[in-house]
């Protein structure tokens, strides 16, 4: 089983957007399952699910030690199955100070599941809820738009998988563009920027400006259910 985690402490990125898309490729091929861990529900929403009929949310798995993580398992109807959010999740990360092992509680939860791939939408925030999906994950993807201020916010999120390594020391860690406009020579300068700071942990596909992702989401799609769109075509390539 192999986990991946979207994370930025910025909003406005294409975060929920990629775990969506990434989620609904792989699910062409693989059992997958989506987490939102996000108190946005985006992600939720996303799928078609109505988040103000939810009895159960990844806040209740996390929270209530008897609740099994079938029970907070729904079917979507894009051919990935979801542990939803809603709201109420905000109320999470709160109640998580008071936990035992707190940082490692997704982990036991999630850890007898029969999927070849997770992946996990995090809120906008380096808090105790995206660690808990980072102590579990095998990859972190970063989806970072092509503007120089970018670069501000990558010491955080490097000092957040450091605190993560000890213990899960075969976490990766990479980064792609997304809302790439090669009309803007200035997305292009950043982009070489971008590449030179990060290195090999920048990953060479990049997700471009498309307004088929705005008329998805609206409709509560994935990408992939408009075919032939180019990032239809990125995020295979992704």
Same mark, same amino acid.
């Given at each position: 089983?192999?986990?991946?985690?979207?994370?930025?402490?910025?909003?406005?990125?294409?975060?929920?957007?990629?775990?969506?898309?990434?989620?609904?490729?792989?699910?062409?091929?693989?059992?997958?399952? #989506?987490?939102?861990?996000?108190? &946005?529900?985006?992600?939720? @929403?996303?799928? *078609? =699910? %109505?988040?103000?009929?939810?009895?159960?949310?990844?806040?209740?798995?996390?929270?209530?030690?008897?609740?099994?993580?079938?029970?907070?398992?729904?079917?979507?109807?894009?051919?990935?199955?979801?542990?939803?959010?809603?709201?109420?999740?905000?109320?999470?990360?709160?109640?998580?100070?008071?936990?035992?092992?707190?940082?490692?509680?997704?982990?036991?939860?999630?850890?007898?599941?029969?999927?070849?791939?997770?992946?996990?939408?995090?809120?906008?925030?380096?808090?105790?809820?995206?660690?808990?999906?980072?102590?579990?994950?095998? #990859?972190?993807?970063?989806?970072? &738009?092509?503007?120089?201020? @970018?670069?501000? *916010? =990558? %010491?955080?999120?490097?000092?957040?998988?450091?605190?993560?390594?000890?213990?899960?020391?075969?976490?990766?860690?990479?980064?792609?563009?997304?809302?790439?406009?090669?009309?803007?020579?200035?997305?292009?300068?950043?982009?070489?920027?971008?590449?030179?700071?990060?290195?090999?942990?920048?990953?060479?596909?990049?997700?471009?400006?498309?307004?088929?992702?705005?008329?998805?989401?609206?409709?509560?799609?994935?990408?992939?259910?408009?075919?032939?769109?180019?990032?239809?075509?990125?995020?295979?390539?992704?």
């Amino acid at each position: 089983m192999k986990v991946i985690s979207l994370i930025n402490q910025k909003g406005g990125v294409g975060k929920t957007t990629s775990a969506v898309n990434i989620a609904s490729y792989l699910s062409f091929k693989h059992k997958v399952l #989506l987490i939102d861990m996000d108190p &946005q529900g985006n992600a939720t @929403s996303n799928c *078609g =699910i %109505d988040k103000k009929s939810l009895k159960k949310t990844i806040g209740t798995l996390l929270l209530e030690d008897s609740v099994k993580v079938e029970e907070c398992i729904i079917e979507s109807s894009k051919g990935f199955d979801l542990i939803p959010s809603n709201l109420d999740v905000s109320a999470t990360e709160l109640g998580l100070y008071s936990k035992f092992s707190r940082e490692f509680i997704l982990r036991e939860k999630i850890k007898n599941l029969d999927y070849e791939f997770i992946i996990i939408d995090c809120s906008p925030s380096l808090s105790i809820m995206t660690i808990n999906a980072l102590v579990v994950s095998s #990859l972190a993807l970063t989806p970072i &738009q092509p503007q120089i201020f @970018s670069i501000e *916010g =990558i %010491d955080s999120l490097t000092s957040v998988i450091n605190l993560v390594l000890p213990a899960n020391p075969s976490l990766k860690h990479k980064y792609f563009i997304t809302m790439f406009d090669a009309r803007f020579s200035n997305y292009i300068e950043n982009e070489t920027k971008i590449r030179e700071v990060l290195g090999d942990d920048f990953l060479s596909t990049k997700i471009r400006t498309d307004n088929n992702i705005r008329k998805t989401q609206d409709e509560s799609k994935t990408i992939f259910e408009n075919k032939n769109t180019k990032s239809s075509d990125d995020y295979e390539k992704l």
